[in-house]
C-alpha cells in the first residue's frame, strides 16, 4: 500500500490557490485562540511536570483554567498523564508524540511573533499575560 505524495513543495512565497478554509487549519486556529494552550504546551516542551510545576510554569493562569486545558489538552492527545499511585497519588504531564510533533509549528510561530507582531494592550482578563512585556 502506498501513500498518497503531495506533486511538489509550497515555497513559503506561495500562497495556497484557494481562499477555502481547510478544516485541519480551522481546528489549529481553534486550539491555538483558546486561552492558554499555546503556553501550557511550550511549558511542557523542556519536560514533564506535575500540577503544582505547571502552575509555576504559566505565570497568571488560575488553578481551574490550568486543570480545565490539561484536561481539553489531555482529551485531544496533545499531553498525556502519568498517574502514580501514592498516598499522596502524584499525576505528571508531558507532551504526547503528538504535542510533540506540535513544538514545531510553535516554535516558528513564536519567531514569528518576535521578529514581526508587535507588542500590543495588556491582555484582557480571560488571555495570557504575555511574558517579558
Request: glycine share 4%; aromatic share 6%; proline share 11%.
Amino acid at each position: 500500500m502506498t501513500t498518497p505524495q503531495r506533486s511538489r513543495a509550497v515555497c513559503r512565497s506561495e500562497h495556497p490557490q484557494s481562499t477555502d478554509t481547510s478544516p485541519a487549519i480551522a481546528r489549529t486556529f481553534a486550539l491555538l485562540s483558546r486561552p492558554w494552550n499555546g503556553l501550557i504546551l511550550m511549558a511542557l516542551a523542556k519536560d514533564p511536570a506535575d500540577f503544582a510545576g505547571m502552575h509555576e510554569r504559566v505565570p497568571g493562569i488560575s488553578e481551574r483554567m490550568l486543570t480545565r486545558r490539561l484536561q481539553e489538552l489531555t482529551a485531544i492527545d496533545l499531553v498525556v498523564q502519568d498517574v502514580r499511585p501514592g498516598p499522596p497519588s502524584r499525576t505528571r504531564y508531558a507532551l504526547s508524540v503528538h504535542g510533540k510533533a506540535f513544538l514545531i509549528p510553535l516554535a516558528v510561530l513564536f519567531l514569528w511573533a518576535e521578529d514581526h507582531l508587535p507588542a500590543s494592550d495588556p491582555p484582557t482578563s480571560d488571555q495570557p499575560a504575555t511574558p517579558g512585556r
